[in-house]
């Protein structure tokens, strides 16, 4: 099993930082897929960015390409999305997930075997 904790969500107005946090536990041996996913009211999950431990690569939907940065700290087993730029339509309970394979699209949150409880991010204009 794994567990997942998020951190680092807020309150910020349009243009701000936050930079979220997401520290997995348990058995976190071996590469992985590492996702966010954040959901707004009303509107569904949505695939934010994805980054694979074993070799680094990351993607990204393309409303957030160029203002947020998926990274990962192997050593703290912890996941990091810096989000820049904000923008209003940004504010969503913002998700950390895990899966070990493939398993298909990055983007897809049924494809993940692990979750958190998420983060609050709200952006004022």
């Known amino acids: 099993q794994v567990q997942l904790v998020e951190s680092g969500g807020g309150s910020v107005q349009a243009g701000g930082s936050l930079r979220l946090s997401c520290v997995a536990s348990g058995y976190t041996y071996g590469s992985k897929y590492m996702g966010w996913f954040r959901q707004a009211p009303g509107k569904e999950r949505e695939g934010v960015a994805c980054?694979?431990?074993?070799?680094?690569?990351?993607y990204y939907t393309d409303s957030v390409k160029g203002r947020f940065t998926i990274s990962h700290n192997n050593g703290e087993n912890t996941v990091y999305l810096q989000m820049n730029s904000l923008k209003p339509e940004d504010t969503a309970m913002y998700y950390c997930?895990?899966?070990?394979?493939?398993?298909?699209?990055?983007?897809?949150?049924?494809?993940?075997?692990?979750w958190g409880q998420g983060t609050q991010v709200t952006v004022s204009s």
């Open positions: 980054i694979y431990t074993g070799g680094g690569s990351t």
């Open positions: 997930a895990a899966r070990r394979g493939y398993g298909g699209p990055w983007y897809r949150g049924d494809t993940y075997n692990y």
